[in-house]
Each structure stands twice: as structure tokens, then as C-alpha cells.
């Protein structure tokens, strides 16, 4: 940060709340908590390699309610990065830009990120349970 | 461009344009590669949550024997080696823009991408290990 005194704008509680705002900030917030998530992959990679008792440990810890929970929440921050990653590849491209058109793509966002954690949670529950 | 059109473009001198505010060039490669290792993520994410799904039920087995097929270890290497890179780019524009102590700021940084390669090395190792071991 800059040591020099420079004027400031205003800061994000002078703001009416928006979507496209939110779609942002969480956007940013997912791509944290994924970051945190990658490390549930490597684990998930090193116990498989590690033979099958290792295996199960693993699959007992995320198979269980606090890892179900944690799984869900993860699901959802993928799939909402996911969408809504999508979306601003789209605006870089130069789509979208239409304030109407920013603000409905941030519902899809949401809304595709809610159907898709659904679905692989259907899928989950009906296929047996989880793990 | 030669130099008479740059002097006529820009009257700093190109000292001062790259000290403090003037651009260090690498904002464009940042945000490009971030662009690009996103596109890859948006299909071999998509690949890798099916075959995690697919490998829901599956005894240990089969979960090895899956992530041993030779085109299921190399995408799994690509996704998990684009997935840190990526994390990196992310993390490091959060970090940039949120920790506003210098120090802590740097520690930061560089504490992420240690562990970014760290988990990036061990996770291929894991896949390799799986993929090479009969």
C-alpha cells in the first residue's frame, strides 16, 4: 500500500446492496475457501496411494457429519466459481455488459450454482449415501 | 516504434515510468494466465466431479485401479497442477489487495506459494506412485 495520503473513495458500506455486487464478493470468497479445498484433494490422493486402510480413514473423516457439511459447502463454492467463472470469462470476451444483462447473469450464476449442487447431492443421496 | 514516437507518447523518463507507479509488465501475463488455467479448470473440474462421484461406492480397489488408467492420471495431474496455479494467481490478487502491512503481505505470498507447491509436488507424486506401482 501506498505510504502517501491520497484521496479515498468511498467504501462498500455507502453502497445499496446489489447482486452483481454479492456475485463478486462471494466470487472472490469461493475461490478462497476452493483454495482451502485443494488441500482435501491432495490429502484425498496421498491416502489413496498410502494403501487401502489409509483409504478408509480418509473416506470415514469426509464421510462423516462435520466432513459432510464441510463437502456440501464445497460442492456449492465449485459450482458457484465454477458459473460464475464462466461468466466473467464471458464479460472479459466483452459480452454482457448491459446493466439489465450484468444483473440477470448474476442470478444465473447463482441459480445454475444451486441447481448443479442439487443435482451431485441427488446423485449422492440416491445413489446409495455418501461414502 | 521508434524512440522519437515514445518521446512524443510519454515525456517521463522511462526511469521514472518503471519505478513506484509505472507498469512492470507482468499485470498482462497475471491476468492472461489466470484467464487461461480458468478455461482448463471449467472442463477438468467438470471431469474431475464426475469421477469423483463415479467413485462414490467404489472399494479401494477399484478407486485405484480408476485413478491408474493412464488418461485418468494425466488429467488428474493437469487439473490438480492448473488447480494450484490458479490458487496461486487467485490467492496472491486477494492477498495483494487485502493485507495492507507490507511484511505481512510478502509473508503471505510467499507462504502460499511454498505450500502451493508443496501440495502441487505431493499430489503428483501420490497419482504417480498409484499409476506406476503394479
Redesign the interface.
Known sequence: ?ADTQRPLSPHLQIYKRQVQMMTSIVH?AT??A??FG??L??AG??H??A??ES??HFKGVVGSPIGMILMLGWTWA?FYH?CN??R??LQ?AGFGYEIPTFVRSSWMSVAGSIVLTVL?WG??LT??G?? | MSAKDAVVKDRRNSLKVARGLGSSQSGVSHWLTQRVTAVGLVLLGLWFVVTVLSLLHADYATARATVAKPWNALLLITFVLTMFWHAVLGLQVVVEDYVHTRWKEVVLLVAIKFLAVLGALASVLAVLRIALTP
Request: no cysteine; net charge negative; glycine share 12%.
Open positions: 500500500m472472490r475461490g478462497v476452493l483454495a485443494s488441500l484433494v491432495v490422493l496421498i489413496l496411494a494403501g487401502d483409504y478408509s465449485l465454477l467463472g464462466i466473467h470469462l472479459d451431485a446423485y449422492v445413489s446409495g455418501a461414502a
